[in-house]
């Protein structure tokens, strides 16, 4: 595999946009048109995710597949993920496992192993258990993003608490993220061990950069969950004048996947993120798309 964040950071070139596509497909939020055409479930999950890949393949570097949404149906889901997984490659994109995968030894490379066979270029991680959980992936040749500072409201019991140093467990989890993928920068400058910081915590967001200045941050909140354009500028890299070196991937899945509007459903979801682009281009480095 190419270095994950030279290969990220040379899709935001091309498309200059920071923006990630989440494909978390709930069939009861399907469009109408795809739930008509496809009455199983599994068939219209395909049909809707290759739909959205085809919608952004041109205006967005990546994607980001829950794995959740696809293994809630058994085998027959599983293969429908690494269907996506290929086509998104095959459309030149970033594949961004979302799996939060998180444990020990031969585990953890079990699981490697399969986001490799998945198609994945990167998988989300949960080191909550110790970094070592993390280097299997690695060495599987996947890029990493370690939860650090997670959007959900219940992450403030867990991660804001502070040390005997005064430090916040969140920022002891960043130093540890920079620590681990300090060895690990390609030719971009940024290393392929990433972070996840919601956008909803960017008032944390200028500490948690300045602890990790060579990590690619995946930004899940934007949208759907009130994380707006202004609070990515805290996270991007200090002094970016293109969106290929703001060190920032901000995801999306509702706002996208499911915008309404007068066109088609795929018209809409391209439209939303052509819209999420020029938006956040804006914000990470001064200038509109």
Known sequence: MPHFADFLTSRIAETRSVACVGLDPVLESLPDAVRVRHHDPVEA???????????VADAVPAVKPQSACFERYGSRGVAVLEAVCSHARSRGLC??????????????QHYAAAAVHAGAHAITVNAYLGFDTVEPYLDAGLGVFALVRTSN???????????????????????????LGAARRGASGLS????????????????????MPSQVFLVPGYGAQGGTA??????????????????VLVNA???????????????????????????LGTAVAGEPR
């Open 153 to 179: 409201p219940g992450s403030d019991a867990v991660q804001d608490p502070r040390l005997h140093d005064g430090r916040t467990v969140a920022a002891m989890m960043a130093e540890r993220v920079a620590a």
């Open 253 to 279: 899945s509702r706002s996208v996947i499911y915008a309404r509007g007068v066109g088609a459903w795929q018209e809409n979801i391209r439209t939303a993120a052509a819209t999420m682009t020029e938006e």
């Open 45 to 55: 999950v395909r049909a809707f995710c290759l739909g959205v890949i085809d919608a």
């Open 230 to 247: 202004a609070d990515i500028r805290a996270l991007a890299r200090a002094g970016a004048k293109d969106p290929a070196e703001a060190g």
């Open 192 to 211: 392929d061990v990433g972070a996840v910081v919601g956008a909803t915590k960017a008032a944390q967001g200028v500490e948690l950069r300045r602890l």
């Open 95 to 108: 594949v961004v496992l979302d799996a939060k995968r998180g444990d020990i030894g031969v585990s953890a």
